[in-house]
């Protein structure tokens, strides 16, 4: 998946070091005592690393056959996309917020003010109210390892998006032509506000707070 995700958009390989990341937390959340979190054995760590190499390459092959120039060079040509596509047209004339200005002159927020601007209001409400869930289980300590796990996931679900966005801001990466660049991010977002919203239906906040979120919601 991460693989097709990248043959429409080449920034999708960041996909790939981000399981990794999800992996290892997963392995160090219950590589100490009695499942409890430790740094994990080396054969636990050359597993994962096996295992991701195998993905990666699965992954690697599904975006190639669909993408007829990655098949010129599969090893350096998608690096190549990616690298020109960070630094494309800088003087082209956009037309954003009322003015014509070229493309690496317009605001470092076109892609936050883009995502707020297209997406969903639901999606940016669910997203806040899902808050509400992770700061309750905190403050309810202690923290068992299903709860870990769970915490873990979201984080990095939601990590995903932010670690996205902010290098395009960081980096003034010149764009165009709205989000359509980081139509992968869209389905993780989708995804996280259902869960955030679905988190805040089933935790422990008091009634009317849970209906003023409801309430919220559907406005």
């Known amino acids: 998946l991460v693989g097709l995700a990248a043959a429409v958009r080449v920034g999708g390989i960041a996909l790939f070091g981000f399981a ?34 195998a993905a990666v390459a699965a992954g690697w092959t ?33 037309y954003y917020d009322g003015r014509l200005l070229p493309a690496g002159q317009v605001s470092r927020l076109y892609l936050p003010n883009w995502f707020a601007l297209t997406l969903p209001e639901h999606t940016l409400v669910a997203g806040g109210l899902g808050l509400v869930g992770p700061v309750l289980l905190v403050r309810a300590r202690p923290i068992g390892p299903g709860a870990r796990r769970r915490l873990l996931q979201a ?33 993780l977002l989708a995804v996280l506000a ?26």
């Not at 392995?27 to 190499?53: C, E, H």
């Not at 679900?157 to 989000?179: K, N």
């Not at 906040?205 to 209906?211: E, G």
């Open 20 to 53: 990794l990341v999800l992996w290892l937390g997963i392995l160090v959340l219950r590589s100490g005592p009695s499942g409890k979190p430790g740094w994990p054995a080396r054969r636990d760590l050359l597993r994962l690393a096996g295992a991701w190499t």
């Open 62 to 94: 599904a975006m190639v056959a669909f993408w007829p120039w990655a098949m010129l060079d599969p090893l350096r040509n998608p690096f190549r996309a990616a690298a020109r596509f960070s630094d494309f047209w800088a003087g082209m004339l956009i």
């Open 155 to 187: 984080g990095w679900l939601a990590a995903i998006p932010a670690a996205v966005v902010t290098g395009v801001v960081a980096r003034h990466m010149p764009l165009y032509d709205g989000l359509r660049h980081f139509l992968f991010l869209v389905p």
């Open 194 to 219: 259902g869960v955030s919203a679905s988190v805040f239906l089933r935790s422990p906040a008091a009634r009317p707070v849970k209906a003023a979120g409801v309430a919220l919601l559907a406005g």
